[in-house]
C-alpha cells in the first residue's frame, strides 16, 4: 500500500481554499444523521466536538477524567501563535509557514503546516469571541510577546496559563453543546478499541472507569484527540494519565504509527529528586532570557557541591563554565531546546552535574538581579520563582536554580493524510495525537495553534467530505466485529488480573521509562537502541508474567487502568527504538551520535531520509513494517542550522 | 412559579432577604440605642417615659414597628430554611476541621449566636415591650399629661443581677453577630467594591461594637445608680 | 519521615466506609503529598491490599482533579494543590488525616474519589458564550480596557477543583459559580447573554444541592487560585439585576 497524503494540488498558498471547495458537503439536513465519536476533550477534542455538533452532527465525546476541563492541554503556559501580524513587525502567513517547517528541521508536509499558518488568525478570533482573556495593551488591544524560533511577536497568551483559558473556552463552546443536546459526553471513559467493519471505522469499545462496565458505541467516523506518549518515558511534564492507549489500539487495527522516534525534550524542567518522583514540572523558557546556564569547570568541585561541602555561591567565577555561552557565542542561554538540553546531558555525563543525582545545572540569576535588582526580576519571573520555590523549597533569589531536560511533548503520532484521516478510513486522529506538522521539532506556543487549528478549522470541512460519500445509512452495533473486539477487551482484563505477578504496574512503567531514557532519549546510538529494543522485549515478556493488578474489573480499578497503558507503552516504546534505528540520521529532537556535524550539532540526510516513517502494524511480537512517505519540498530550501 | 416566587425561593434570592431584614434591623437598632440614650439622662425617667409614649402611639413609628417585626420574623424564617438547605449540603461532616484559620468564628457561627439573641428577644419583649402596650404599668404625669412609666420597670428589673448579667451576656453575642452581619449584608447586595468595602467594613465593626456596648450599659447604668 | 496517614477508605458509593490507618516510613521531605500516597500505594500493593484511590493528573496544580481533605482543610496546610504540596510542611511523627471532599453534591465515588460533575452541569447551564465556530469578528475589533481583560483573567484562573465548596461549612459552589458568571460578565462578549447566564447558571446550582453563602470567606482563603469575594458580589447583582428586568416571567 502507498500511502496517499492527499495534498492538493496547486500552488502552495491555494490548496486549502481550493480544497474547501472541491469537498463535497453534507446537506444541513443530513448532518442530523451522522453519529461522530470524538475521543479525548483537550483542545483538538473539545474544539472538534463542539464545532461538529454545530455543524449539526451527532457527536459523543469521551475522556477518562472526570471532567473535559482536565485534560492536559490545560497545562500549556505560554502561547499560542497567530499570523495576525498585529505587531506590524512584518510577520505574514508565509513567515510563520517557513519559522515551523525550519524549526521542525524540515521534516514536515508543507502543504500541512501552511494551513496551520493560515488558520491561525482565526483561532484568535475564535477564542476571543467565546470570551477567552488574553492578555491586553493599554489601548484594550491585544498584546503579544516573541518566543523561541521566530524573529517576530505573534505569540498570544493568558499569562502563564495560555493553553488553560484556551482549553476552558473550548470546554465552554463543547458545554453548550452538551446543554444542546448535540454532545453526549462520556467523562471517566476509557476508549478500548477501535471497532472497523469493512476496513472502514465504525464504532469503539470503552470501559467505564468507575463500574467496569464494557460498553461499544457505533459511529460513522471516529476521531482520536488523544494527545502524545511523552510517558513512556514515565518522568515527563505530561499528566499522570496522558497515554497512548486509544492511538496505539488504533495502531494495531490498522492505522500507520508516524515517525514515533521525534520526541522533545525540554531544557528547563525541575530536576528529578529521587526515585519517589512521579512527574516533572516545566519551568518556562523565558527564563533563559535571564538566567545563565552553567556548571562547575570540574569533576572535583562538582562532587563536592553534591556532597554539600561547598555551595553554590562558593565557587568563583573562574571556577564555572557557562558552557552555553563558551559554545554559542552568538545565541548564548538562548539557544534552541533540542541544543540546550543535549549540552547539558553532555556536561552532567562527564560528572560534572550539581544536585544529588549528578542530574542538574545551574540556571542563574545572580547577575540578572545585581543588574536589574531583585524587584526587576521578581516583576518578571515572580511566579516561577515561587512555584520554584514550592517544589524545592531553595530560593532561587539566593541560590541558582536547578533544571534539568525532561520528555516535553511527542511530534510522532498516529499518520494522517491532509485531511487528518489515518490510514483507517472514517479514523481520524487530530492535535499532538497525530503526526503531521511539527516535522522532527515542535517550536514554542505551536502546540495550541495546532489543536485548535485541527479541531475549529479543518475537521470541519474534511470530515463532511468523508461522510457524504458513505451515505446516510445508520450505523449499530450489532456487526459481529463489536462483539469480537469487547472480547478482545475483556480477554484483556481477564489475563492481567489472572497475572496476580508480584510486581505492581509502575514497576515496569518506572524501568521502561529508564530504558527509554537512557537510550532513546536526548542522544541516541545504534548501539544503545540495539540494546532497548533486546531490554524492551524483555521487560513486556516479564510484565505479562508478572505484574500484580489487584481488584476486579468492576469497580474504580486505577490499577489496572494503569495496567492497560503501560501494556501498550511497552509496546510502543519498542517501535520508538525501531523508528530512530532506522532514522540513520539527526534532526530536530532526534539526535544520534554517529551523526552530527564536526562541531556536535545535529546532522541531517536528507537525500535519504527526508520522509516520514509511517510504520505498519503486522501483528503481536511481529516486527512493524516500514512505508515511507516522501517529503516533496517546493516552497523552501532545506538548510542546516547553526546557533553559533 | 411566578419569577417573584423563583427568585424568593432561590438561595440568592433567600440571601437577599436574610441581607435586607438584616439591614432594616440594624436601623432598627440604631433608632433604639439612640432613644433609649434617655436613660441616662437622670431626670428621674421623664425623657425616656415620653419617648416611650411617643414611640407607640406616632402612626410613622406604627408603620416602622411593623416592618420591624416583619423583619425579625423574616429575618429568622430564613434562616431556618437555610440553615436546613446548608445542613442537607453536607450531610457527613469532616472528621477533622481547621476552619479557624479561613474564617472568623462570628461568620461560621451566626445560626447559633442569631438563635441566642432570639432567646433574649423574646425576654426583652416580654419584660417591657409587652407591658408597655398590655401591662399594668403605673402612670406618671408630667405638665399634665398622664404617661405609663416605663422607666420605674425597667429600673425595677435591672435591680436583679441575674437580669443585669442576661443583658450585658446578650449584648456580646448580638456584637458577634454584627460583627459579621454588617458588611456580609452588604456583600450579600452585591456591593463589594475595592473603594468602598474597606470603609463599609470599619464602619461595621465598629458599629458592632459600640451599640452592644451602649445597650449593655444601659442595665449596668441602672444597676449602679439606683 | 515517619508518619501514620488516617485515610478515609469506602469501597463504592452504596458502603457506609470509615478510617484506616496505615504507619508510612521513609518519606523524604521532597517528595509531594500524592508521591507520599503513590509510596504507600505501592507499599499497600506489595501486601496485596486495594491502594487507595485518589484524582489526580496533571500533578502541576492547574488541571483541578487533585483534591483531598488533609489535616481540616482543603488541599493541605498550605493555599495551593494537593499535588504541589511537599511533605516538607509536615514533621516526622505527624498523624495525618486525608478525607475525601464532603458535598450532598459531590458523592464519594471511592475512597477519597468523589463525582464532581455537578460543576460541569453549571457550565453547561450557561458558563459560555453561544458563538459557533467561524464567523467572528476580528480579535481585536472590541478593545477591552487591559484592567477589565485583567480582572477578567483573575476569574478565569479558576480550576474547577472544588475546594471552594470543601472548605465551604454550607458546601456551598457560589465561588465556582460566581467566577464564570464574573468572568463573562466583565467582558463585552459576555455582556450578551448576562441576564440569562445569572438565571440559569444559579438555578442549576441550586439544583445540584449546594449549600447557601454566609459570607465566610473560607472559599476564597482555600482557593488555589485566590479567586475573590468580589466575584460573588458581582454574581450577585447580576442576579438581581437579570429578574428584575429580564423578559423570563
Known sequence: ?644 | MSWVTKTLSSTLGRKLIMALTGLFLILFLTGHVSGNLLLFKGDGGEAFNIYAKFMTTNPAVKILSYLTYISVIGHVIYAIILGRKNKAARPIGYEESKSSTNSTTASRNMGVLGTIILIFLVVHMQSFWYQMHWGDLPLVEYDGETYKDLFSIVTFAFQNELMVAGYVIAMGFLAFHLSHGFASAFQTLGLNHKKYTPAIQAVGKFYAVIVPILFALMPLYIYFTS | MKLTLKVWRQKNNADKGGFVSYPIDGISTDMSFLEMLDVLNEELTEKGEDPVHFDHDCREGICGMCSLYINGKPHGPQQTTTCQLHMRSFSDGDTITIEPWRAAAFPVVKDLVVDRSAFDRIIQSGGYVSVNTGGVPDANEIPIPKTIADEAFDAATCIGCGACVAACKNASAMLFTSAKISQLAMLPQGKVERKARAEKMIAQMDAEGFGACTNTGACSAECPKGISLTNIARMNREYFSAVMSSENV
Open chain 1, 1 to 644: 500500500m502507498i500511502l496517499d497524503s492527499k495534498i492538493p494540488a496547486g500552488p502552495l498558498a491555494e490548496k486549502w481554499t481550493k480544497h474547501k471547495f472541491t469537498s463535497k458537503l453534507v446537506n444541513p439536513a443530513n448532518k442530523r444523521k451522522y453519529e461522530v465519536i470524538v475521543v479525548g476533550t483537550g483542545l483538538a477534542g473539545a474544539s472538534a466536538a463542539a464545532s461538529l455538533a454545530e455543524l449539526g452532527y451527532n457527536v459523543k465525546a469521551f475522556c477518562f477524567q472526570d471532567s473535559p476541563r482536565r485534560a492536559h492541554s490545560i497545562a500549556a503556559q505560554g502561547g499560542i501563535n497567530a499570523a495576525k501580524n498585529y505587531q506590524n513587525d512584518g510577520d505574514s502567513v508565509y513567515r510563520l509557514f517557513y519559522d515551523t517547517i525550519k524549526g521542525g528541521d524540515y521534516r514536515a508536509r508543507e502543504a500541512n503546516v501552511y494551513r496551520l499558518a493560515e488558520v491561525s488568525v482565526n483561532i484568535i478570533d475564535q477564542c476571543v469571541a467565546q470570551g477567552v482573556p488574553f492578555a491586553r495593551e493599554y489601548g484594550g488591544l491585544l498584546a503579544n510577546r516573541s518566543f523561541g524560533g521566530a524573529q517576530v511577536s505573534r505569540t498570544f497568551y493568558a499569562r502563564g496559563q495560555t493553553g488553560q483559558q484556551l482549553l476552558l473556552g473550548a470546554y465552554s463552546a463543547l458545554s453548550r453543546q452538551v446543554a444542546n443536546g448535540k454532545v453526549k459526553l462520556y467523562p471517566r471513559t476509557e476508549m478500548m478499541d477501535v471497532v472497523t467493519v469493512d476496513g472502514h471505522a465504525q464504532g469503539i469499545v470503552t470501559r467505564n472507569l468507575i463500574t467496569g462496565a464494557i460498553e461499544t458505541h457505533a459511529a460513522h467516523a471516529v476521531l482520536l484527540c488523544t494527545g502524545g506518549y511523552g510517558n513512556v518515558f514515565f518522568l515527563s511534564t505530561n499528566a499522570m494519565g496522558s497515554n497512548v492507549t486509544a492511538a496505539w489500539r488504533a495502531h494495531k487495527k490498522g492505522a500507520h504509527f508516524a515517525n514515533p522516534c521525534y520526541t522533545q525534550i525540554h531544557p528547563t524542567c525541575i530536576p528529578v529528586s529521587g526515585d519517589h518522583q512521579s512527574k516533572l514540572t516545566l519551568m518556562s523558557e523565558s527564563l533563559r532570557n535571564d538566567g545563565r546556564v552553567w556548571v562547575p569547570k570540574t569533576v572535583a568541585m562538582a562532587e563536592k557541591l553534591r556532597k554539600g561541602e561547598i555551595r553554590p555561591r562558593d565557587i568563583q567565577e573562574e571556577d564555572r563554565d557557562y558552557y552555553l555561552e563558551r559554545k554559542y557565542p552568538s545565541f548564548g542561554n538562548l539557544v534552541p531546546r533540542d541544543v540546550a538540553s543535549r549540552n547539558a546531558k553532555y556536561v552532567c555525563d562527564e560528572g560534572r552535574g550539581v544536585n544529588e543525582t549528578g542530574e542538574a545545572v545551574f540556571l542563574d540569576f545572580r547577575d540578572a538581579i545585581n543588574r536589574d535588582s531583585e524587584a526587576t526580576i521578581r516583576a518578571r519571573y515572580g511566579n516561577l520563582f515561587d512555584m520554584y520555590q514550592q517544589i524545592t523549597g531553595e530560593n532561587p533569589y539566593q541560590t541558582p536554580m536547578k533544571i534539568y531536560p525532561a520528555v516535553h511533548y511527542t511530534m510522532g503520532g498516529l499518520w494522517v493524510d491532509y485531511n487528518l484521516m489515518t490510514s483507517v478510513p472514517g479514523l481520524y486522529a487530530l492535535g499532538e495525537a497525530n503526526f503531521s506538522d511539527h516535522g522532527a521539532n515542535r517550536l514554542g506556543a505551536s502546540a495550541l495553534m495546532q489543536g485548535l487549528a485541527d479541531g475549529y478549522f479543518v475537521i470541519p470541512y474534511t470530515l463532511g467530505d468523508y461522510l457524504a460519500g458513505l451515505g446516510t445509512k445508520p450505523v449499530d452495533t450489532n456487526h459481529p466485529e463489536f462483539e469480537k473486539a469487547v472480547k478482545g477487551v475483556k480477554d484483556k482484563i481477564s489475563k492481567l488480573l489472572g497475572i496476580k505477578g508480584t510486581k505492581s504496574v509502575d514497576y515496569f512503567h518506572k524501568k521502561l521509562g529508564k530504558i527509554m531514557w537512557n537510550d532513546c532519549g536526548m542522544a541516541r546510538t545504534a548501539e544503545g537502541l540495539t540494546r532497548a529494543k533486546a531490554e524492551i522485549k524483555a521487560l513486556r515478556a516479564e510484565f505479562w508474567k508478572d505484574v500484580k493488578v489487584l481488584g476486579e474489573n468492576e469497580e474504580l480499578n486505577q490499577s489496572l487502568e494503569k495496567a492497560h497503558r503501560v501494556a501498550d507503552f511497552l509496546e510502543l516504546g519498542e517501535l520508538m527504538v525501531d523508528d530512530a534505528l532506522n532514522r540513520n540520521e539527526s534532526c530536530g529532537g532526534h539526535f544520534r551520535e554517529e551523526y552530527q556535524t564536526p562541531e556536535g550539532e545535529a546532522l541531517r540526510d536528507d537525500e535519504n531520509f527526508a520522509y516520514v516513517a509511517a510504520w505498519k502494524y503486522q501483528g503481536d511480537e511481529q516486527e512493524e513494517l516500514l512505508e515511507k512517505e516522501p517529503l516533496v519540498f517546493e516552497n523552501v530550501k532545506l538548510t542546516q542550522r547553526s546557533y553559533k
